[in-house]
C-alpha cells in the first residue's frame, strides 16, 4: 500500500554562523501492506512527525523514495483548522477538495459525526470546540474521503474512553476491508491492537 525506502532529513538550526546541521532521518524505511494496522513510536524528537510528512508528501525528504497509492488520510498532531470555519465548513471544503461527489461527501460526513459522536457540534466554529472535539474534527476530515491508507499522528490526544473505543471500532472496520492505517505513539498500551510495532531510534526504524 506504501513503501518508504532510505529517507534521509536534515535540520539546519541555529543563527549563522553558529548554524549546525541536525540529522533526523538516517535512511529510515517503512512499508504498510493491506489491512494492517503498524505503530509507530519513539522518543520525544526521534523523528516521528518528520517521518509521516514525509510519507504524506508534506516534507521533502533529503534522500529515499516513497511509493504512495491513490490516496491518503492524514491526521496531523496539530489540526490544520480554520478558526472561523464551523465543523460543517470544514467538511464542505474538504470535500470539495478531495473531489467528491456532493452526495457521497455528505453521507460520509454524517456517518462520522455518528460514529465520534459530535453531530452536535455540526454548526460551530473550530475556535469554540473542546480540545476532544477539535481531535475528533481533525480525524473526521482524514477520513472523510475513505482512503485506502490512513496516517495518523497522535490521533486520540485529548480523547476521552467512550471516543478512544469508537477510534478503535473504526481502525477495525478499515482492517477488515483491506486498507491500512499507520499510528505514530510515543508509547503504545493496546499493543494487541496493532499487527506490527515499528520504533523510530537513531535516525532509522527497527521492527519491535
Known amino acids: 500500500m506504501l513503501t518508504a ?6 535540520y539546519h538550526r541555529g543563527p549563522w554562523p553558529l548554524r549546525r546541521s541536525v540529522r533526523v532521518l538516517l535512511g529510515a524505511e517503512l512499508t504498510l501492506y493491506p489491512g494492517e494496522v503498524v505503530g509507530l513510536v519513539g522518543e520525544n524528537g526521534s523523528g516521528k512527525s518528520t517521518l509521516m510528512k514525509i510519507l504524506v508528501g508534506a516534507l521533502t525528504a533529503d534522500g529515499g523514495s516513497v511509493t504512495r497509492p491513490g490516496q491518503i488520510g492524514y491526521c496531523p498532531q496539530e489540526p490544520l483548522v480554520y478558526p472561523r470555519l464551523t465543523c460543517d465548513e ?3 471544503i474538504f470535500g470539495r ?18 460514529s465520534l459522536g459530535f453531530a452536535r457540534y455540526a454548526g460551530t466554529r473550530a475556535d469554540r470546540l473542546s480540545g476532544g472535539t477539535l481531535s475528533k474534527l481533525n480525524l473526521g476530515l482524514a477520513l472523510l474521503a475513505d482512503p485506502g491508507v490512513l496516517l495518523l499522528d497522535e490521533p486520540y490526544a485529548g480523547f476521552d474512553w467512550d471516543t478512544y473505543l469508537k477510534f478503535w471500532e473504526l481502525v477495525e472496520q478499515r482492517r477488515a476491508v483491506g486498507k491500512s492505517v499507520l499510528i505514530i505513539s510515543h508509547f503504545v498500551v493496546d499493543e494487541h491492537r496493532f499487527d506490527r510495532i515499528v520504533d523510530l531510534r537513531d535516525g532509522r526504524t527497527w521492527p519491535r
Open 5 to 10: 525506502v532510505g529517507l534521509e532529513k536534515s
Open 90 to 92: 470544514h467538511f464542505e
Open 97 to 114: 477538495a478531495y473531489r467528491m461527489p456532493h452526495v457521497a461527501a455528505h453521507r460520509n460526513r454524517q456517518d462520522l459525526y455518528q
